[in-house]
């Protein structure tokens, strides 16, 4: 016995091209939709994933107390001020906060630097916690010190381009002659880290004689409210905050944006689709109506006719979607590459992702799509009175 799968397959391949072209349409509208789609959903994960990588985006510190290194440089270090890094603790236990690490910067002046002497920048630093608050930096040789009081420095590209250090040197702390092993040389950054020297807080602590921090770098929780903890933050005595929550909230908004482009977009792409599937149906439909007359005087109910003509739409539909998916899936390298030329600002990472979800997800848009579709060129098929298909058709 034939099923209706069979009659279907056989009525859409009377009309090969149209057919064909039909297909043509729904696989480009599935291929445009899976790539926005993986575009979007791409390009939002890279974009976050750049945010988290910018490190902090809060920095506590004592009022007063200059943030930018130049600042720090040209005072000579006066002027800076200290908090307590007790402060960590109670920061960190805050709901908002993912995590925290504490900074000494301190400003040394050292007679061999450049013509007349000049400032050398040391950072204090936690190597539990500030690496993984700058995952961006990259070592150009080296890595980071053994443990939290090793005797041990990383330099910033600058600083060791400078003073003309390479991995296995000494450096004398200036004023307080300590000797310190360069244990790491960071790759160019174009922050002012390249000029930075970065030594175990313990050590630089040990060094000074200062117990205290006068910088605690927070990062923030993927979903928290920066700006409300910010605002805490100010209750707290002899503090300022620096934020860097505005820049996250640009970029988030240009998220925003983009993804109202691609669902726009998508949307134009299944409205072509749809009128290719309606007209391919319909005319497959008008073409025969003494068929589908001649089936009716058999005895054909107007629910077998109309279950007939919208299984050619599923068969159409779900030949177009996997096709579309399929080249959504071999080009997404292309389409990753194409992506890059245009836009402004690439993030790092895939910028189209595409996953079985993803491709199961479009599949079920584009049938559910073209079987409505298909509903009127159905129903047309189903109310097909028999007498007047043989008359018109004679």
Known sequence: MISKFQIAYKNLLRKKARTFLTLVGIMLSSWVLVSLLGFNRGYEAALNHDIDNMGYQLMVMAKGCPYEAA??????????????????????????????????????????????????????????????????????QG???????????VMGFEAAELEQRTVGDMIMVPEKNVPLKVVGILERTGTQD????????????????????????????????????????????????????????????????????????????????????????????????????????????????FRLVWTETLILCSVGALAGILFAFVFARLSDVLVRRILPYAPGGDLVAIDLKLALMTLAII????????????????????????????
């Open 71 to 140: 600042t720090m440089m040209l005072q000579g270090g006066a002027g800076l001020r200290y908090i307590e890094q007790s402060m960590v603790d109670s920061i960190l236990k805050r709901p908002e906060v993912d995590s925290v690490t504490p900074i000494l910067m301190q400003a040394f002046f050292d007679p061999n630097k450049g013509d007349g002497g000049g400032i050398a920048g040391y950072y204090g630093v936690d190597v539990a916690t500030y690496p993984g608050m700058k995952p961006f930096l990259r070592f150009m």
């Open 367 to 394: 049938v559910s799509v073209g079987l409505a579709s298909g509903i009127y060129p159905a129903w047309k098929a189903g109310r097909v009175r028999p007498l007047d298909s043989i008359r018109s058709d004679g």
């Open 143 to 153: 890595g980071w010190f053994r443990d939290k009081t090793a005797d041990e420095a």
């Open 194 to 305: 390249d000029g930075t020297i970065f030594v175990p807080l313990k050590t630089l602590q040990r060094i000074t004689g200062i117990n205290q921090i006068t910088t605690i770098g927070i990062k923030v929780k993927k979903d928290a409210d920066s700006t409300r903890l910010e605002t805490e933050l100010y209750k707290l005595p002899d503090v300022q905050v620096v934020s860097f929550s505005q820049v996250k909230q640009t970029i988030m908004k240009l998220i925003a944006t983009a993804r109202v482009m691609v669902l726009s977009i998508a949307i134009i792409a299944i409205l072509i689709a749809m009128v290719g599937v309606i007209n391919t149906i319909l005319m497959s439909v008008l073409e025969r109506m003494q068929e589908i007359g001649i089936l009716k005087t058999m005895g054909a109910m107007p629910g077998d006719i």
